[in-house]
């Protein structure tokens, strides 16, 4: 049997497989004499809610054909995870096109760090893309929507992309309300969501992941309880054979030759768990501990170690550096040099770069 929506397989194994249907709404709809819809196509037809997509070579055609029929394509980053955020293969259908860059998420952020200091921090990491402006913005606190919309207004048409969890669709229902409506863009086969405000359509789309960043490899409820309303935040000063857990997909072994150990703070979601151990004891315990002590995975069997290539780098790190984590948090150095050995998921993106926090201030925005 297919889905009377998109046409998929009909299929209750998989809810990340297009055609999924739980076997008990299956049952009681066919018992009942209704359609049969996939969950997919019943949050878009009943919530306007759109399914997260996977970035594929087919999805690759359809969104580059697609953004080229706008005046101009909204791109929402954010800054808690500008690396995962920041996808390539995204930039690349991206980088000729007339857009805005929307940087959200900018209340998790310390209170020390300015707007000006921010903004400038973005622009000089997107150099080489081509874009009208930088807008920052909260949608949680509703900070940054109103000279977005000013900005969009005046255009025709405009569509949002990003990727999933970088609040993409709270913008855009801080922007046009809650009457949207759902609709295939004439001439793909992508769903979008439409809506009007005065003189302007803008169009939303499916969120995207691209298994690039830890998140991507998480249950939808553990994505949930890590995507970050808040940043915990932990000063670490490590002695020499230490090794520091973030969560249980990322390991972190230091080496340096000073007189003084590193100093440097981590940022990650309040519900990953940090963990100092003796180098000598890491292995058995990443092993005993996996989605246990060390989340997430929030359970052991929600991502089997064993189910996972993983992958070894090693990085030099100095006062006013930071090394990102796609999809999981930041370390930010405080005082240096030192080597870092990130073990973790082999495809996710690790990365050094200038420092986004000053690594002398302190303090929260947001609380």
């Not at 949608?139 to 993409?168: C, D, Q």
Request: glycine letters at 8%.
């Amino acid at each position: 049997m297919k889905c009377r929506g998109c046409g998929a397989q009909i299929q209750h194994e998989n809810q990340r497989k297009p055609g999924y249907v739980p076997l008990e709404v299956f049952q009681k709809r066919r018992a009942e004499g209704k359609d049969i819809l996939c969950q997919r196509c019943f949050r878009m037809r009943h919530y306007g809610k759109l399914e997260s997509v996977k970035i594929t070579n087919d999805f690759v055609k359809k969104l580059s054909k697609l953004v080229r029929k706008f005046e101009v394509v909204v791109w929402v980053l954010d800054i808690s995870d500008f690396e995962g955020s920041y996808d390539p293969l995204l930039a690349e259908i991206l980088k000729d096109l007339n857009k805005i860059i929307v940087v959200n998420k900018i209340d998790l952020l310390p209170k020390a760090v300015t707007i000006r200091e921010i903004k400038s921090w973005v622009e000089e990491r997107l150099k080489g893309q081509r874009f009208r402006d930088v807008y920052l913005t909260s949608a949680a606190k509703n900070y940054g929507t109103r000279s977005l919309l000013r900005a969009l207004s005046l255009y025709e048409n405009v569509i949002f992309i990003g990727m999933t969890n970088v609040g993409k669709s709270s913008i855009f229902q801080k922007l046009t309300g809650v009457d949207v409506n759902v609709t295939p863009f004439p001439g793909t086969t992508l769903d979008l969501i439409k809506a009007t405000v005065k003189n302007t359509d803008i169009f939303d789309t499916p969120g995207i992941f691209s298994n690039r960043r830890i998140i991507d490899f998480l249950e939808p409820g553990s994505q949930k309880k890590i995507s970050q309303k808040s940043l915990s935040r932990m000063t670490f000063k490590p002695q020499k054979g230490q090794t520091i857990f973030i969560g249980g997909l990322c390991r972190l072994d230091f080496s340096f030759d000073t007189e003084l150990p590193p100093i440097f703070q981590i940022f990650a979601s309040e519900s990953v768990k940090f963990h100092v151990t003796g180098t000598s004891k890491a292995d058995n315990l990443h092993v005993k501990q996996y989605g246990r002590l060390l989340v997430p995975p929030f359970k052991p069997k929600e991502l089997s170690m064993d189910s996972l290539n993983w992958k070894e780098e090693e990085f030099e790190l100095n006062t006013g550096e930071e090394l990102a984590i796609a999809g999981l948090g930041w370390l930010s150095v405080r005082r240096g040099p030192f080597k870092a050995k990130v073990k973790t998921i082999n495809d996710v993106i690790v990365k050094k770069r200038k420092a986004l926090v000053n690594p002398y201030r302190g303090g929260m925005r947001g609380g």
